[in-house]
T-cell receptor, first 118, second 115 residues
Framework: AQTVTQSQPEMSVQEAETVTLSCTYD???????LFWYKQPPSRQMILVIR??????QNATENRFSVNFQKAAKSFSLKISDSQLGDAAMYFC???????????????FGKGTLLTVNP | DSGVTQTPKHLITATGQRVTLRCSPR?????VYWYQQSLDQGLQFLIQ???????AKGNILERFSAQQFPDLHSELNLSSLELGDSALYFC??????????????FGPGTRLTVL
């Protein structure tokens, strides 16, 4: 079974600075997708970024980028120029690839609570 | 706004009761997933439907059931409720789980409180 581990329960960053959230995962599959979701105090789950395992290039979305190390099974999220609105719980998630059967559920880590200090 | 709607937003009920949570997927999405978020278990997958048929089951209790209707909306039925069922229940939808660009988009959730 796949597992996702977020080793940092809490992180804090100063406004305008950069922070990196860590995520590691365990899988025996070669085809999969990785995601970062953000959950602000409103509790809505918002997709931040996704990465296909077959792509070597790291995904980026504006101020958000990932460092995907497939061999190390590591998938960290970097937030540049942090803003107060970035304060939220961040979840790393794994989904098997399209060749892996019929269950495309997301497996989540336990989350990292990010605080942004003004 | 993800385009996924869930009703009700909040639900307070007593132990032993039965409730129904409703989800409408994004326009064009055929798959619906249900997740439970609780303090002790985190975010856990319950069940998936695709175009009206059950596709996969996760850690869903026998007291829980779900279905997806012809108009693609889905309902999650929780019966014989216990205190431990108090949680945030999310619905997510995607176009087609076998699609290369498939991504799950989440609704705002239903917060269930069992007293």
């Amino acid at each position: 079974a796949q597992t996702v581990t977020q080793s940092q329960p809490e992180m804090s960053v100063q406004e305008a600075e950069t922070v990196t959230l860590s995520c590691t995962y365990d899988t025996s599959e070669s085809d999969y997708y990785l995601f970062w979701y953000k959950q602000p105090p409103s509790r809505q789950m918002i997709l931040v970024i996704r990465q296909e395992a077959y792509k070597q290039q790291n995904a980026t979305e504006n101020r958000f980028s990932v460092n995907f190390q497939k061999a190390a099974k590591s998938f960290s999220l970097k937030i540049s120029d942090s803003q107060l609105g970035d304060a939220a719980m961040y979840f790393c998630a794994y989904r098997r690839g399209n060749s892996g059967g019929s269950n495309y559920k997301l497996t989540f880590g336990k989350g990292t609570l990010l605080t942004v200090n003004p | 706004d993800s385009g996924v709607t869930q009703t009700p937003k909040h639900l307070i009920t007593a132990t032993g009761q039965r409730v129904t949570l409703r989800c409408s997927p994004r326009s064009g999405d055929l798959s619906v997933y249900w997740y439970q978020q609780s303090l002790d278990q985190g975010l856990q997958f319950l069940i998936q439907y695709y175009n009206g048929e059950e596709r996969a089951k996760g850690n869903i209790l026998e007291r829980f059931s779900a279905q997806q209707f012809p108009d693609l909306h889905s309902e999650l039925n929780l019966s014989s409720l216990e205190l431990g069922d108090s949680a945030l229940y999310f619905c997510a939808s995607s176009v087609d789980p076998t699609g290369v660009r498939d991504t799950q988009y989440f609704g705002p959730g239903t917060r269930l409180t069992v007293l």
